[in-house]
């Protein structure tokens, strides 16, 4: 049977609905395809056509027509007052009122801070404001009778003063009174230390006040009870004046025998101009241009049973905080219950950067100043010191060592031996051991232990930790110290210092990470088991948080740290009030004002940076699990609003604020985490020499035959003890 031959089918290719759109498409034309995109167009114009007539009758009846004001806040003015500011008249259409406009508007009044506007249907306008608060008077001269200006915080003048509500608010002496509406820097730095006075002791004292010729740093006070004038300045005015009332409290030399106190600039400490031909011995002064009339003696006056005492000069402790934003010194006296801070001196640091010496001169002219200070306040002679060291140079690193126990009891000369035996690790020869610290001794196995001595076994082991420092960073710190008439005693690790000072025993059992945030480094050093286990140093701190603001605000350094401290908040989140702040200007032009929302989105980046940087060191160590305590922040730029709840998002751990703790004396003037440092230093130095204080005065020797003869020395005595 013969097969039937087939023929495949053709078909003709597949066409999808793309396909087919493109076949229309192009059955359609040129002329086609643009009638399809014009559609569009010609449909909105039809639609607008359409609409426009009932939109204009709606316009031209006032469907929309303004009929009320709302007004929310009206204290200083009344609400038909700030009705009329506006300029908004009634039966306006909502549709063309602008609610930046109004704001605008109302801002320029003298008592309108801030100003809100909110248009609200049907036909109602919403007015939130807010006033500013005076805080002070200004007048020509303190005379009864002459007319008098409220001023406020910023130093704007806000209304003619008519007694009344305000008479009680303090005066202030100026010159040239400004006009209603007037903003003056001077009458500003004025407002800020009559609050600084109203938390001081001196609130409730009536003082007087007196400001130059527009110069912030010439505001001056009078006290009723203190016949000299009080030169004040600017900056940190409530340290200024809790150092003065402690030293009018303690002081043995009239008051009245000064003419000024002078405290307007940091390298000038808290000095005395004398009056002429007035009575109280003298220190001349020539390279600050001022004389002191409290003399030195050999140490603070002591209230013991009712008599007066001096302090022996071996009974204090002094701490040199050497940083890159300031110098401090803290002056603390050895008491049967501990230490007691008893002076202090603080002084812009001129000649550090990133916590190393680069420039000695300048260096030791700020030690001499903070030192001179601190003196003055403490009525003594300061002969040595117990330094700081810290900077990118600093490192550190566990060791472990074994010896055999004689007699199977473990003594002092074992101990020593072991830690010996622990710190012959190769070290190179540009770089300098600061500190040997035992974490924990082991006998025969037997881990944990604090204190060996006297406990039986055969082997002895020891775990510690060796910090080493650059030999030049470390001997140029010696040689600013010798310079300025000081001899160091030892150089302690800064986040060791700020340990003793605001950590708490039981948070160095759990587990704890210290953070010290200074002015140009931030200080880690982390704590588990009673003992140090990680210490280290950042190139990062509040220097460069400050000089982010002054390149972003176009404004001097020196004025970047001041809205630091005043405005500055870690995170824009965090920010309660979106104020409007006045940023001066370089090169001589006129203020700006910015909000303060762009100031912190500066800050906040860098602090970010900071802390995720210590967070990263932290893991880098192997210690992010053993923290149970969380993180302690201390040191100046800790101080900043907003840092410890960014640092818990940071470290997702919980967060605090570290101040000095442990001291007595004037605790209250130190409670600071910008003095975290200097009291520790003081703390550390206690510690180092309980039990025997005259080798608080024992002067390390840095040559290599000194160290070898010491060296020998005590090889010998062990030996044959």
């Known amino acids: 049977m013969k097969a039937r031959e087939t023929k495949p089918i053709r078909r003709g290719p597949a066409r999808g609905k793309s396909g087919a759109r493109e076949s229309r498409a192009a059955r359609l034309g040129w002329r086609g395809r643009l009638a399809l995109a014009l559609l569009p167009a010609l449909a909105v114009i039809a639609g607008a056509a359409y609409f426009r007539a009932p939109l204009q009758k709606a316009l031209d009846q006032q469907v929309l027509a303004l009929h009320s004001i709302c007004v929310i806040g009206a204290d200083r003015l009344s609400a038909e007052n700030v009705a009329a500011l506006t300029g908004v008249a009634e039966g306006t259409s909502l549709l063309k009122i602008s609610p930046h406009e109004i704001e605008g508007r109302l801002r320029t009044h003298p008592w309108i801070r801030e100003a809100h506007v909110m248009r609200l249907l049907p036909g109602r306008l919403l007015v939130a404001v807010s006033f500013r608060e005076p805080v002070a008077r200004v007048a020509a001269s303190a005379e009864a009778g002459t007319p008098l200006v409220l001023v406020d915080d910023d130093g704007r003048a806000v209304a003619q003063s008519s007694g009344g509500a305000f008479a009680p608010l303090p005066i202030i002496v100026s010159p040239h009174p400004p006009t209603v509406g007037e903003v003056v820097p001077a009458l500003g730095a004025a407002a800020a230390a009559v609050r600084a006075v109203a938390r001081s002791a001196f609130a409730g004292t009536q003082p007087t006040f007196f400001v130059g010729d527009n110069d912030p740093n010439s505001v001056s006070l009078a006290l009723p009870q203190l016949s000299a004038r009080v030169l004040l300045g600017t900056g940190e005015l409530d340290q200024k004046l809790a150092r003065l009332a402690l030293v009018l409290a303690g002081d043995r030399t009239p008051a009245r025998t000064a003419a000024e106190i002078d405290l307007r600039f940091a390298d000038r400490g808290l000095a005395r101009i004398a009056a002429p031909g007035r009575g109280g011995p003298q220190r001349a002064c020539a390279r600050r241009g001022v004389c002191a009339t409290r003399p030195r003696g050999l140490g603070p006056a002591v209230l013991k049973g009712g008599e007066k005492t001096v302090a022996r000069k071996e009974d204090l402790i002094v701490g040199l905080d050497i940083g890159t934003t300031k110098i401090g010194v803290i002056v603390a006296e050895r008491t049967e219950s501990g230490l007691d801070v008893v002076g202090m001196g603080t002084h812009p640091s001129r000649g550090l950067r990133k916590g190393v010496v680069v420039d000695i001169d300048a260096t030791v002219a700020s030690i001499k100043s903070a030192v001179e200070e601190a003196e003055l306040m403490a009525d003594c002679e300061i002969t040595s010191v117990y330094a700081g060291i810290a900077g990118g140079h600093i490192r550190s690193f566990n060791s472990h060592g074994?010896?055999?126990?004689?007699?199977?009891?473990?003594?002092?000369?074992?101990?020593?031996?072991?830690?010996?035996?622990?710190?012959?690790v190769a070290?190179?020869?540009?770089?300098?051991?600061?500190?040997?610290?035992?974490?924990?001794?082991?006998?025969?196995?037997?881990?944990?232990?604090?204190?060996?001595?006297?406990?039986?076994?055969?082997?002895?082991?020891?775990?510690?930790?060796?910090?080493?420092?650059?030999?030049?960073?470390?001997?140029?710190?010696?040689?600013?110290?010798?310079?300025?008439?000081?001899?160091?005693?030892?150089?302690?690790?800064?986040?060791?210092?700020?340990?003793?000072?605001?950590?708490?025993?039981?948070?160095?059992?759990?587990?704890?990470?210290?953070?010290?945030?200074?002015?140009?480094?931030?200080?880690?050093?982390?704590?588990?088991?009673?003992?140090?286990?990680?210490?280290?140093?950042?190139?990062?701190?509040?220097?460069?948080?400050?000089?982010?603001?002054?390149?972003?605000?176009?404004?001097?350094?020196?004025?970047?740290?001041?809205?630091?401290?005043?405005?500055?908040?870690?995170?824009?989140?965090?920010?309660?009030?979106?104020?409007?702040?006045?940023?001066?200007?370089?090169?001589?032009?006129?203020?700006?004002?910015?909000?303060?929302?762009?100031?912190?989105?500066?800050?906040?980046?860098?602090?970010?940076?900071?802390?995720?940087?210590?967070?990263?060191?932290?893991?880098?160590?192997?210690?992010?699990?053993?923290?149970?305590?969380?993180?302690?922040?201390?040191?100046g730029c800790s101080a900043l609003e907003g840092i410890t709840e960014l640092a818990e998002e940071v470290f997702e751990s919980p967060v605090r604020r570290g101040s000095p703790i442990h001291v007595g004396g004037l605790q209250d003037v130190v409670r600071s985490p910008m003095y975290a440092t200097g009291v520790g230093l003081v703390l550390f130095g206690f510690s180092q020499t309980r039990g025997n204080p005259q080798s608080r005065f024992r002067i390390r020797d840095e040559s290599i035959f000194g160290r070898v003869k010491q060296r020998m020395r005590e090889w010998f005595f062990g030996e044959f003890e």
């Open 402 to 424: 074994i010896v055999a126990v004689k007699d199977r009891e473990v003594r002092e000369s074992d101990v020593k031996r072991v830690i010996d035996a622990a710190k012959a």
């Open 427 to 635: 070290i190179p020869m540009d770089r300098e051991v600061i500190h040997v610290i035992p974490q924990e001794f082991i006998i025969d196995d037997q881990e944990g232990i604090r204190e060996p001595l006297g406990m039986s076994g055969v082997r002895l082991e020891a775990k510690i930790h060796i910090v080493t420092a650059a030999v030049t960073s470390a001997q140029n710190i010696v040689k600013c110290a010798n310079k300025a008439g000081l001899n160091v005693v030892d150089i302690i690790l800064e986040p060791l210092a700020s340990a003793e000072a605001v950590l708490a025993e039981d948070e160095r059992d759990l587990g704890v990470c210290l953070i010290d945030i200074g002015g140009g480094t931030t200080d880690i050093a982390v704590f588990a088991d009673g003992s140090i286990k990680h210490t280290s140093v950042l190139g990062l701190g509040g220097y460069h948080i400050s000089n982010d603001i002054a390149v972003g605000l176009r404004t001097p350094f020196e004025e970047a740290e001041r809205i630091k401290k005043k405005f500055g908040v870690a995170a824009a989140r965090f920010l309660r009030t979106d104020d409007v702040i006045t940023v001066p200007s370089v090169g001589g032009r006129r203020p700006r004002e910015v909000s303060r929302k762009i100031l912190c989105e500066i800050i906040e980046p860098r602090v970010d940076e900071i802390l995720s940087l210590a967070r990263q060191e932290l893991n880098k160590s192997g210690l992010a699990e053993r923290i149970p305590s969380g993180v302690v922040l201390t040191g």
